[in-house]
């Protein structure tokens, strides 16, 4: 079984990649450029203004976020998983990276399927969904997002990845902070801004207001940066914009009040050879090895401390770090031994309902259990 026909199911929220912000879309995109390059044959379900090297099926011309739209999402998610389905003869394995509107074809589907979930685990009505959907083989980006599900049908942990030639380390930083993300109070904008007060170091924040936290950034951060000298807001940046932001900075602030399932941007800044000073939250323990590619600090008291002795930190290390965990060809292979292993669980065994796979913590390859 060595050239696989693969079905990537992406979100139409953003295109695959997306111009500007978007982490699922962009994971789709690099592990479908991966599987590509490795000679797989790889059907991308995307949005219109996607661009890829796989074969590009689209049900609406563009992204629903960048195109304006106000109406119901679902309506195009059921018309692309449709799509889907329709054409599900033709692949060996079907990889979702969106809603469970596909959970009641699962037994149904001639093929496999997994679903890698890209959002947080920690709603109530979850656990529910997925017992009454047993077969559905589940892929977490990290340990940390499967506590509050435990018992979830999980297939598998596999971290997201970048690949090494995105970024270009830089190891003469300027004497400024990077906060890239969402204007949400999850996100924490508010205690990055602390920081770099307490520190008296310029921050460079490249992020987006989405409609629902207007409100929040108009109360509450708005006040933070109109007229301090300390704060500039760059809005949404390119891949080129973070090149540029993120290669220069002194360290990426990651100060999170949420439990983050990972956390893209900071192996965007270790790309870079840059070190990220991140909140003890979620998936961060996962990504950043306290005193190797950043440091796990849980106030501002210990992030401004964390700033002042950033430098003890080897930038040519963390992009070592990097290199050595996060690449695209680690998350590809580590994707491959979960599809041909359910490949072959479909074949052999009719497709167990109680399928439990553990995944290497440092991205070593996945393990399948099939009971």
Known sequence: MDSLRIAQIAPLWESVPPLRYGGTERVVHYLTEELVRLGHEVVLFASGDSCTSAELQSCIPSSLRLGGHRGDPSVHELIQLDRVLSQVERFDILHFHTSPLHFPAVTRLPVPLLNTLHGPQNSPELEGLYQQFPSVPLVSISDAQRRPIPTAPWLGTVYH????????????????????????????????????????????????????????????????????????????????????????????????????????????????????????????????????NGVLVRSIEAAAEAVRSIDRLDRRRVRASFERRFSVARQAQDYLALYRSLIEAKAGSGFSRSVAVAAAANGNGPVLHVA
């Open 161 to 292: 990845a970048l690949p090494l030639d995105l970024y270009r380390p830089g190891y003469d930083p300027q004497p400024y902070l990077a906060f890239v993300g969402r204007v949400s109070p999850e996100k924490r904008l508010d205690r990055a801004i602390a920081i770099a007060t307490a520190v008296g170091l310029p921050l460079r924040v490249a992020a987006k207001v989405d409609q629902a936290d207007q409100s929040y950034w108009q109360e509450v951060i708005e006040p933070l940066v109109r007229g301090n000298p300390l704060v500039e807001f760059i809005g949404e940046v390119d891949d080129a914009g973070k090149q540029e932001l993120l290669a220069r900075a002194l360290a990426l602030l990651f100060p999170i009040d949420w439990p983050e399932p990972f956390g893209l941007v900071m192996i965007e800044a270790n790309a870079c050879g840059t070190p990220v000073i991140a909140w003890r939250e979620g998936s961060t323990p996962e990504i950043i090895q306290n005193g190797v």
